[in-house]
T-cell receptor, first 116, second 115 residues
C-alpha cells in the first residue's frame, strides 16, 4: 500500500476485556515496530520484528501484552485483561526493504485505545 | 545508553519569522538523529535525518537541521514559518555504535505559528 495502515483507529474497551490492534506495513518492508504513546509524551518502544521474527520485546510492559507477525507482513498487538493504564495511542512503524540499521521508519496513524 | 532532550514544551513564533526547535542528545557511540512531525490525530511524519556527512541536513517542507557534535545538538530550523507548520515535533536518536534498531524519542515540542 501507499503507507502504513492501522485498525481500528479508535477502540474503547471495558477494563478486563481483551483487545487486538492490527498493523499493515508498507509492502515489502522488512522491519516493523510497535510503540506506545501516552498523552503528552513521545513514542515509547514496545517491540520489533524483522520479517516474522520478533527480535526484541523488551519494551512490552507486562505479560498481558503480546505481538505477532506470523507471515512477515501484517502484525497484531494483543492486550489481554486491559487496565486503565493501558489507555494510550499505539503506533506501528515499518522500515525499508533492506532492514538496515539506518533505515527510516514510517509510521501509521495509530490506534487510540481508551480503557474505561 | 541513549537519550534525547527537547528542552522546550512549546515554541511560539510569528508567521514569516524564522523558527528553531531545540534538541540535544546523548549516546555512547555515533548518533543517528531524526525529526518527525505529528499533526492532531495523525501518526508521525518523517522530516529529515542525519547519519553522517554534511552537518546541515535539508528535509521536507523547507525544514533543515544542524548537527553539532561538540554541543551534542540537532536543532530543527526553518527560515520562514507558516501557520500550517503548527504541530508537535519530535526529535529521536539511535546509537549506531551500539547496533540498536530502537530509537529513543524526546517528549515533543509544540510549535505554534501565529498569523
Amino acid at each position: 500500500g501507499a503507507g502504513v495502515s492501522q485498525s481500528p483507529r479508535y477502540k474503547v474497551a471495558k477494563r478486563g476485556q481483551d483487545v487486538a490492534l492490527r498493523c499493515d506495513p508498507i509492502s515489502g518492508h522488512v522491519s516493523l515496530f510497535w510503540y506506545q504513546q501516552a498523552l503528552g509524551q513521545g513514542p515509547e518502544f514496545l517491540t520489533y520484528f524483522q520479517n516474522e521474527a520478533q527480535l526484541d520485546k523488551s519494551g512490552l510492559p507486562s505479560d498481558r501484552f503480546f505481538a505477532e507477525r506470523p507471515e512477515g507482513s501484517v502484525s497484531t498487538l494483543k492486550i489481554q485483561r486491559t487496565q486503565q493504564e493501558d489507555s494510550a495511542v499505539y503506533l506501528c512503524a515499518s522500515s525499508s526493504p533492506s532492514g538496515g540499521i539506518t533505515d527510516t521508519q514510517y509510521f501509521g496513524p495509530g490506534t487510540r485505545l481508551t480503557v474505561l | 545508553a541513549q537519550s534525547v532532550a527537547q528542552p522546550e514544551d512549546q515554541v511560539n513564533v510569528a508567521e514569516g519569522n524564522p523558527l528553531t526547535v531545540k534538541c540535544t542528545y546523548s549516546v555512547s557511540g555515533n548518533p543517528y538523529l531524526f525529526w518527525y512531525v505529528q499533526y492532531p490525530n495523525r501518526g508521525l511524519q518523517f522530516l529529515l535525518k542525519y547519519i553522517t556527512g554534511d552537518n546541515l541536513v535539508k528535509g521536507s517542507y523547507g525544514f533543515e537541521a544542524e548537527f553539532n557534535k561538540s554541543q551534542t545538538s540537532f536543532h530543527l530550523k526553518k527560515p520562514s514559518a507558516l501557520v500550517s507548520d503548527s504541530a508537535l515535533y519530535f526529535c529521536a536518536v539511535r546509537d549506531i555504535g551500539g547496533g540498536s534498531y530502537i530509537p529513543t524519542f524526546g517528549r515533543g515540542t509544540s510549535l505554534i505559528v501565529h498569523p
